[in-house]
């Protein structure tokens, strides 16, 4: 499911729910209507205000992470080790960094694949593709990446995709080319349940290797945990859209 950032913003919480509350409270709205909608509105608001406690977004990861498939199969182990890419980042001319670099989440998933390589021995693929205009595709940045950074070569490098079920589809066919049907899955925990489904659909089977993987915070429950802030609101608004593309490919999957 790629619905674009814009629309993503617009379409679903917590950006839905901060317009709607926002134009609810402040029009001037007619009629006997009004009451109702401004109430709907105070209501839109406070579910913001929800989504922006810290401790939210982690329950949603941990209830997307729940039912992760983290044991290879025994009759057919993984072969080779897939990493998803996320964000790329563009820089201006003079800067230490190149033109087009990896984005935190990216970067992330990256290193992490690097370790499970070096502790299996598997080869990697990377998958991704144009994310900004006029720079190379995130596949390409992450194979700068892994032989600048962490002297390793992919074995394969997936350009075209521009979604996750495009990495699936177009990942397939290099990996089954090579009579590999089983892969360690490298991503963030709320994005696995969909990319490996994902990837059942292309005909892989995929044994889940998360970047890291949620858990209560020790301290809950503090003030750290409880106030609201921005990073939490950001971190909502990813988990729900993780949410509804799970439900959007489970669907898909069975059309």
Do not use: C
């Not at 194979?143 to 397939?172: D, M």
Request: glycine content about 8%; proline content about 11%; overall charge positive.
């Amino acid at each position: 499911m790629s619905l674009g950032p814009l629309p993503s913003a617009l379409l679903l919480p917590p950006g839905n729910l901060l317009i709607g509350g926002i134009a609810a409270v402040v029009l001037p709205w007619p009629g006997r209507a009004r009451r109702l909608i401004r109430w709907l509105g105070r209501v839109a608001l406070v579910l913001v205000l929800v989504l922006a406690v810290p401790i939210v977004p982690t329950l949603m990861t941990i209830a997307l992470q729940s039912r992760l498939p983290l044991t290879p199969p025994k009759s057919d182990p993984p072969r080779a080790i897939v990493i998803l890419s996320a964000e790329v980042r563009a820089s201006a001319p003079g800067a230490l960094e190149p033109a087009a670099s990896a984005g935190p989440m990216t970067l992330t998933r990256v290193e992490a694949g690097v370790r499970l390589a070096r502790r299996t021995g598997l080869p990697i693929l990377v998958t991704g593709g144009v994310v900004l205009a006029q720079t190379p595709p995130a596949g390409e940045v992450m194979a700068r990446l892994l032989q600048t950074s962490f002297g390793l070569t992919p074995a394969w490098v997936e350009s075209r995709s521009r979604n996750t079920w495009q990495n699936a589809a177009y990942s397939a066919p290099l990996l089954l080319g090579a009579g590999i049907h089983s892969i360690y899955l490298v991503t963030d925990a709320g994005h696995m349940p969909r990319a490996i489904i994902a990837f059942r659909h292309a005909g892989i089977v995929a044994t889940a290797a998360p970047v890291r993987l949620a858990v209560l915070p020790r301290d809950f429950p503090s003030l750290g945990t409880l106030l609201p802030n921005p990073d939490a609101l950001a971190r909502s608004e990813l988990e729900i859209h993780e949410a509804v593309g799970l439900l959007y490919y489970w669907l898909r999957d069975r059309w």
